[in-house]
């Protein structure tokens, strides 16, 4: 493996950014374009954070994903199992919608930098960006594509003991909710949905080839989480 082979696999495949608080025994286990913002935002209570408070003159929500504003304590999996913590969540979502928002957002939008490592640019079609990411296995994967269950597991371990799904994260967030409530009397805001882009049509950006690849590549997680090929 050359040089940049190996920087590529310590960056992107090995990144962890688990959010921890030993205030609240709580963990979340952060996985990159399945709500993440949207539920950093609405967690902001737990680290005496509102969603109207800014940081460095800056508006919160710009900062929801920064380390070094004082905001967020991060941690690895081997710290979250030893932990023992009495919550332990992850947010998941369909594997064809994530990929078709990470393209949106990492490649439409704004250009993400650390694609440029498997040869993306911003004129990377969608049919050319899923066609490389179906060749990269999860330890060269940057994380906002890489495999949802990778963030899930350590080892045989699978770490979260409550796992909420993207698609009816609505329904699901009071269960968050009642958990801070009833144990630290802490509210905890209503799950709001931020930083969406596109039109929401992410089935009519895949053709057959495509939404076959992806069944591919995450076919562990799709079968994992019982996900669905977009109709």
């Known amino acids: 493996m050359e040089n940049s082979d190996v920087q590529i ?8 950014r688990n959010i921890v608080n030993d205030k609240y025994n709580f963990a979340y286990l952060t996985i990159p374009k399945a709500a993440n913002s949207s539920v950093k935002y609405a967690l902001l209570p737990t680290i005496s954070k509102s969603q109207n408070d800014t940081i460095h003159d800056s508006p919160i929500i ?6 070094d504003k004082d905001l967020y304590v991060y941690s690895d999996k081997q710290s979250v199992l030893h932990k023992d913590y009495s919550l332990v969540f992850a947010v998941v979502r369909n594997s064809w919608t994530r990929i078709a928002s990470c393209y949106i957002d990492k490649i439409q939008h704004a250009f993400h930098k650390p ?15 899923v066609e490389t990411i179906a060749q990269i296995p999860d330890d060269r ?3 906002h594509f890489r495999s949802q269950l990778s963030f899930l597991f350590l080892g045989d371990i699978y770490l ?4 909420l799904k993207v698609e009816s994260l609505n ?6 909710q009642s958990y801070f409530h009833s144990k630290y009397d802490l509210r905890i805001e209503d799950m709001k949905q931020i930083c969406k882009r596109g039109n929401g049509k992410y089935a009519d950006m895949y ?12 076919s562990d997680e799709i079968a994992f989480f019982n996900f669905s090929p977009l109709s």
């Not at 694609?115 to 960006?129: K, Q």
Request: proline share 6%; no cysteine; aromatic share 12%.
């Open 9 to 16: 696999q310590i960056k992107m495949g090995k990144m962890e």
């Open 160 to 163: 979260p003991n409550l796992t």
């Open 207 to 218: 053709d057959r080839r495509t939404s076959k690849l992806i069944e591919q590549r995450y």
């Open 115 to 129: 694609f440029a490592e498997y040869g993306m640019s911003p004129d990377t079609s969608f049919s050319e960006f």
């Open 171 to 176: 329904a699901q967030w009071p269960i968050i």
């Open 141 to 143: 994967s940057e994380i």
């Open 62 to 67: 710009q900062n929801l994903h920064r380390t």
